[in-house]
């Protein structure tokens, strides 16, 4: 069950931040004891892919804090973010970590369904984020995009941490998702419905 909240949590990051949870995975596992990467995602811990990483993530963090640019972004990130989660899930839910310590039988008969569920993670959390940033910006006229930017990075960086060392807490964060989404549906159709009666009132004017 720990493989499944590692995986979920890394690829839920890469929803939110696409270089994020791979770069901590290739962080940790280069330089400390904290997570020991399977043989077949031992090039996470690559120093060039290391760097190469750090350099696309400081692209990401840049754009993605610019109203309008970010929105091209997010466009740009919907084949990014899905495919980083998928790699995120493979190699996270497949590791041992200080809490995971024989996750090679887990998904042992079906290597690609923790590939395929990390995409469909990472597009979830992906697609929500895209539909919420041009209300932020719409309704701050642009000056709460680097706020909310910021605040999806450190949730990345925390989930991916959080992921690695206590998985568990990974569940608080999906209960979280879900409330929010929920929250924002409501919102949105709370909003279409205010400009719907406010279009209407200014017909019969």
Same mark, same amino acid.
């Given at each position: 069950m720990f493989e499944v909240l590692t995986g979920t949590g890394l690829a839920a990051s890469a929803g939110l931040?696409?270089?994020?949870?791979?770069?901590t995975m290739g962080l940790l596992a280069r330089y400390t004891d904290l997570i020991d990467l399977p043989?077949?995602?031992?090039w996470l811990g690559n120093g060039w892919v290391v760097?190469?990483?750090?350099?696309? +993530?400081?692209?990401?963090?840049?754009?993605?804090?610019?109203?309008?640019?970010?929105?091209v972004n997010d466009v740009v990130q919907?084949?990014? %973010?899905?495919?980083?989660?998928?790699?995120?899930?493979?190699?996270?839910?497949?590791?041992e970590t200080v809490t995971v310590s024989d996750p090679g039988h887990f998904f042992s008969s079906s290597q690609w369904v923790p590939v395929v569920t990390g995409v +469909?993670?990472? +597009?979830?959390?992906?697609?929500?984020k895209s539909a919420a940033r041009p209300v932020i910006n719409a309704a701050t006229a642009g000056v709460g995009a680097p706020v909310a930017s910021t605040a999806e990075d450190a949730?990345?960086?925390?989930?991916s941490l959080v992921a690695i060392i206590l998985p568990v807490l990974v569940l608080? =964060? +999906?209960?979280?998702f879900v409330l929010f989404l929920f929250w924002f549906l409501r919102r949105r159709k709370d909003r279409r419905r205010e400009r719907?009666?406010? %279009?209407?009132?200014? =017909? %019969?004017?």
């Amino acid at each position: 069950m720990f493989e499944v909240l590692t995986g979920t949590g890394l690829a839920a990051s890469a929803g939110l931040n696409a270089y994020i949870p791979l770069l901590t995975m290739g962080l940790l596992a280069r330089y400390t004891d904290l997570i020991d990467l399977p043989s077949g995602w031992q090039w996470l811990g690559n120093g060039w892919v290391v760097v190469i990483l750090a350099v696309l +993530l400081t692209v990401e963090v840049v754009a993605d804090k610019v109203p309008i640019v970010d929105h091209v972004n997010d466009v740009v990130q919907t084949v990014v %973010r899905p495919t980083a989660g998928g790699l995120a899930f493979g190699a996270g839910s497949s590791s041992e970590t200080v809490t995971v310590s024989d996750p090679g039988h887990f998904f042992s008969s079906s290597q690609w369904v923790p590939v395929v569920t990390g995409v +469909l993670i990472a +597009l979830g959390v992906h697609l929500l984020k895209s539909a919420a940033r041009p209300v932020i910006n719409a309704a701050t006229a642009g000056v709460g995009a680097p706020v909310a930017s910021t605040a999806e990075d450190a949730t990345s960086v925390v989930m991916s941490l959080v992921a690695i060392i206590l998985p568990v807490l990974v569940l608080a =964060f +999906l209960v979280g998702f879900v409330l929010f989404l929920f929250w924002f549906l409501r919102r949105r159709k709370d909003r279409r419905r205010e400009r719907q009666a406010a %279009r209407a009132a200014g =017909f %019969r004017v």
